[in-house]
């Protein structure tokens, strides 16, 4: 086949599936493709990439049915075709929003014309001026009218806004999760392609030690081999939060970084422990403690203490006597000889 054929085929192809299928050139998306970019593409496929884009729910047809309706001005006479084929058009927008996600449906973090375009989709009842009033405003343009059609410019920056808006509101709750997992790489130090396999072999090495009921549900998901990659990462979100992402607020994906950030603590912590436990050979009958002191200067200091089974009593003793000595100070001075104790011991 020669070169001068394929542009051809691949214009056609991508101009077929245009609103479906995304073009991006060096990682950016080409919003509209030029005779230069085919003939790039043919002789540097390496530069381009293709992303499948399909609004789940809506067909492509719907948008066409959309472009037939502003451009038709033969329906403006005929009601009773015009109602038909505005139902074809909103009906699938109305389905559409009402199968969101609760998280998507109330997210404030779309860009501007995304947010238009979803509250006209909730907030609009009547679908003549859904189509031809309020999402025409959410896309910045002036309402649509059948006695003035709008022209062909317009009507396909109307369908291409549309397109690109419903789209975002689409991917919003799998923006969601793709930061969620961008924040667990970056607690955990780990690419991304590489954070299950990681945390997998990491959780099974603690997994027989969790007793605190948080870091226990979050090593148990870490682990878990029966569901998709999909799946998994909802499912350690979700034991993160404590709450389902498809049912968040804005509020809690804010919350999240802090939860996951006390979840990394305390999984790091125990796993140094287990670390130095096995590099020590440690026996039955030996418990390990970590323990960090940080100073206001962030000097640190960080301990692993062993306690024998055989002294775990003595030990008990002295504690008591210390306490007894305290008996009747205030929380403050009790926690000033803490801390000067664990100073001294350690140091």
Same mark, same amino acid.
Request: with cysteine.
């Given at each position: 086949?020669?070169?001068?054929? &394929?542009?051809?085929?691949?214009?056609?192809?991508?101009?077929?599936?245009?609103?479906?299928?995304?073009?991006?050139?060096?990682? #950016?998306?080409?919003?509209?493709?030029?005779?230069?970019?085919?003939?790039?593409?043919? $002789?540097?496929?390496?530069?381009?990439?293709?992303?499948?884009?399909? &609004?789940?729910?809506?067909?492509?047809?719907?948008?066409?049915?959309?472009? #037939?309706?502003?451009?038709?001005?033969?329906?403006?006479?005929? %009601?009773?075709?015009?109602?038909?084929?505005?139902?074809?058009?909103?009906?699938?927008?109305?389905?559409?929003?009402?199968?969101?996600?609760?998280?998507?449906?109330?997210?404030?973090?779309? %860009? $501007?014309?995304?947010?238009?375009?979803?509250? %006209?989709?909730?907030?609009?009842?009547?679908?003549?001026?859904?189509?031809?009033?309020?999402?025409?405003?959410?896309?910045?343009?002036?309402?649509?009218?059948?006695?003035?059609?709008?022209?062909?410019?317009? #009507?396909?920056?109307?369908?291409?806004?549309?397109?690109?808006?419903?789209?975002?509101?689409?991917?919003?709750?799998? =923006?969601?999760?793709?930061?969620?997992?961008?924040?667990?790489?970056?607690?955990?130090?780990?690419?991304?392609?590489?954070?299950?396999?990681?945390?997998?072999?990491?959780?099974?090495? &603690?997994?027989?030690?969790?007793?605190?009921?948080?870091?226990?549900?979050?090593?148990?998901?870490?682990?878990?081999?029966?569901?998709? !990659?999909?799946?998994?990462?909802?499912?350690?979100?979700?034991?993160?939060?404590?709450?389902?992402?498809?049912?968040? %607020?804005?509020?809690?994906?804010?919350?999240?970084?802090?939860?996951?950030?006390?979840?990394?603590?305390?999984?790091?912590?125990?796993?140094? &422990?287990?670390?130095?436990?096995?590099?020590?050979?440690?026996?039955?009958?030996? =418990?390990?403690?970590?323990?960090?002191?940080?100073?206001?200067?962030?000097?640190?200091?960080?301990?692993?203490?062993?306690?024998? !089974?055989?002294?775990?009593?003595?030990?008990?003793?002295?504690?008591?006597?210390?306490? =007894?000595?305290?008996?009747?100070?205030?929380?403050?001075?009790?926690?000033?000889?803490?801390? $000067?104790? =664990?100073?001294?011991?350690?140091?």
């Amino acid at each position: 086949m020669k070169e001068g054929i &394929i542009p051809v085929i691949l214009a056609s192809v991508l101009l077929y599936y245009r609103e479906e299928v995304g073009v991006y050139q060096d990682g #950016t998306f080409v919003p509209v493709l030029g005779e230069e970019h085919f003939e790039l593409l043919v $002789k540097n496929p390496e530069r381009y990439g293709v992303k499948y884009f399909a &609004i789940e729910g809506l067909r492509g047809e719907i948008f066409k049915e959309l472009e #037939t309706i502003l451009s038709n001005s033969q329906l403006k006479d005929n %009601s009773q075709v015009r109602n038909a084929t505005l139902l074809s058009v909103v009906t699938p927008l109305y389905q559409f929003v009402k199968k969101l996600p609760r998280y998507t449906q109330q997210t404030k973090n779309l %860009s $501007k014309t995304a947010l238009q375009i979803l509250h %006209s989709l909730q907030q609009t009842v009547e679908p003549d001026e859904l189509l031809f009033s309020a999402l025409p405003s959410a896309c910045g343009l002036s309402s649509i009218s059948f006695t003035s059609p709008p022209s062909q410019e317009v #009507t396909q920056i109307f369908k291409t806004t549309l397109i690109k808006g419903l789209r975002e509101i689409n991917q919003a709750y799998d =923006t969601l999760l793709n930061h969620c997992q961008s924040l667990l790489n970056t607690a955990f130090g780990v690419e991304g392609d590489k954070l299950r396999a990681n945390l997998r072999l990491r959780g099974y090495n &603690i997994k027989d030690k969790c007793v605190e009921r948080s870091l226990k549900r979050f090593t148990q998901a870490i682990i878990d081999d029966s569901q998709n !990659d999909s799946q998994w990462l909802s499912a350690v979100v979700m034991v993160i939060a404590d709450k389902p992402a498809e049912s968040w %607020s804005d509020e809690d994906a804010i919350a999240f970084e802090v939860k996951l950030a006390d979840i990394v603590r305390k999984f790091e912590n125990l796993e140094a &422990i287990q670390t130095e436990v096995n590099s020590q050979g440690i026996q039955e009958g030996v =418990t390990a403690r970590r323990i960090t002191v940080t100073r206001d200067d962030g000097k640190e200091t960080l301990r692993m203490v062993w306690i024998d !089974d055989t002294r775990e009593k003595e030990a008990e003793e002295l504690v008591n006597q210390i306490l =007894t000595q305290l008996k009747g100070c205030d929380r403050k001075l009790r926690e000033a000889v803490l801390a $000067k104790l =664990t100073e001294k011991i350690l140091n």
